[in-house]
């Protein structure tokens, strides 16, 4: 496996599941991210983490909860989720200070809230 | 309004160029980049730019900074159908990169 990969591709869920995404990079970075992204909107950061430390929450539901065991693994916990949150969330990666390269990002996951 | 701004669709024939605007707000962006997202995939850099640079080309890519009215441009020479994707534009702002909206860039035979 090579640079980061997210599962599941796709994931249908009720209003009162929980659900997890996984997020895994193989590039030897030290910063993971997750974005969600709604058609016709900015990609909208959600989380940061940087050496496995969260450096950044900008304000997003309490219903979404990371967590980065990891340098290399990342999850994204979902509970109580509403329709609106239904969007391609993508996982990325990158080194600190490695500007040049930005970020790399997984294929991601289209989540669908029923 | 949106930190990056993008026009949303753009339409070119196969062959001909293809020029994607973005602006940004911050002056204190560093690095400036483009990403290709085709259909059913993450986003993948193309190219960057550091922001005392005027133009970067790289094959078919052009790409041109204008620092004083925080506009940046991606030109594509020759676009072919494999071209067809979403664009998104983005700047790094404290260590973090904000995206915009994206161009939907659509390739006509």
């Known amino acids: 496996e090579t640079g980061v990969t997210q599962t599941p591709r796709h994931l249908v869920m009720g209003m009162t599941n929980k659900k997890s995404l996984k997020c895994e990079q193989h590039?030897?970075?030290?910063?993971m991210y997750w974005y969600k992204q709604s058609a016709k909107k900015p990609l909208e950061l959600m989380f940061v983490y940087s050496l496995e430390e969260r450096v950044e929450n900008n304000s997003v539901p309490s219903r979404f909860s990371p967590e980065c065991p990891n340098s290399s693994h990342l999850f994204l916990h979902l509970h109580t989720l509403q329709p609106e949150d239904s969007a391609l969330y993508l996982c990325?990666?990158?080194?600190?200070?490695?500007?040049?390269?930005?970020?790399?990002f997984g294929s991601g996951t289209r989540l669908t809230v029923v | 309004g949106e930190d990056v701004e993008q026009s949303l669709f753009l339409s070119v024939r196969e062959g001909d160029s293809s020029v994607i605007n973005c602006t940004y707000t911050d002056s204190s962006s560093t690095y400036l980049y483009w990403y290709k997202q085709e259909p059913g995939a993450g986003l993948q850099l193309l190219t960057y730019?550091?922001?005392?640079?005027d133009m970067k080309q790289d094959q078919r890519l052009t790409v041109l900074l204008n620092k004083k009215d925080k506009h940046l441009s991606l030109r594509i020479a020759d676009t072919q159908t494999g071209d067809s994707a979403i664009y998104f534009c983005a700047d790094l702002l404290w260590g973090k990169l904000q995206f915009g909206a994206g161009t939907q860039v659509v390739v006509t035979p």
């Open positions: 990325a990666s990158s080194q600190v200070g490695g500007f040049r390269d930005g970020y790399t």
């Open positions: 730019i550091f922001s005392n640079m």
């Open positions: 590039l030897g970075h030290n910063a």
